[in-house]
Nanobody
Framework: QLQASGGGLVQEGGSLTLSCAAS????????LGWFRQAPGMSREFVGG???????????DSVKDRFTISRDNAQNAQNTVTLRMNSLKPEDTAVYYC???????????????WGPGTQVTVSS
């Protein structure tokens, strides 16, 4: 199960932190991360974490402003956090927490999707 929180409305230049609580025995070994979908656009990979390695989208619009981290708890619940700084109106999108068996699969075709959380950046 993937449960995201932290979305909302923020002004341009502000920051937001999204968190996703991932629960389930298999999840502890899975790659966890985030996709987003802006209005009228296809979904795109934002970032992911797996086995101590984190990846952020190589797109110039994201890579220098977003960071991702993961807290591997002992009770089969992990939390993946996306920190977004210097937000721009083009970051407005629905953000989805995702999971997959490895980081490459996560970037291409996540196996599990959580319900999205809306992020709106006003100019």
């Amino acid at each position: 199960q993937l449960q995201a929180s932290g979305g909302g409305l923020v002004q341009e230049g502000g920051s937001l932190t999204l968190s996703c609580a991932a629960s389930g025995r298999a999840i502890v070994s899975y790659a966890l991360g985030w996709f987003r979908q802006a209005p009228g656009m296809s979904r795109e990979f934002v970032g992911g974490v797996w086995r101590g390695t984190s990846r952020i989208s190589s797109k110039d619009s994201v890579k220098d402003r977003f960071t991702i981290s993961r807290d591997n708890a002992q009770n089969a619940q992990n939390t993946v956090t996306l920190r977004m700084n210097s937000l721009k109106p083009e970051d407005t999108a629905v953000y989805y927490c995702v999971a997959a068996p490895d980081i490459l699969t996560l970037q291409r075709t996540p196996r599990y999707w959580g319900p999205g959380t809306q992020v709106t950046v006003s100019s």
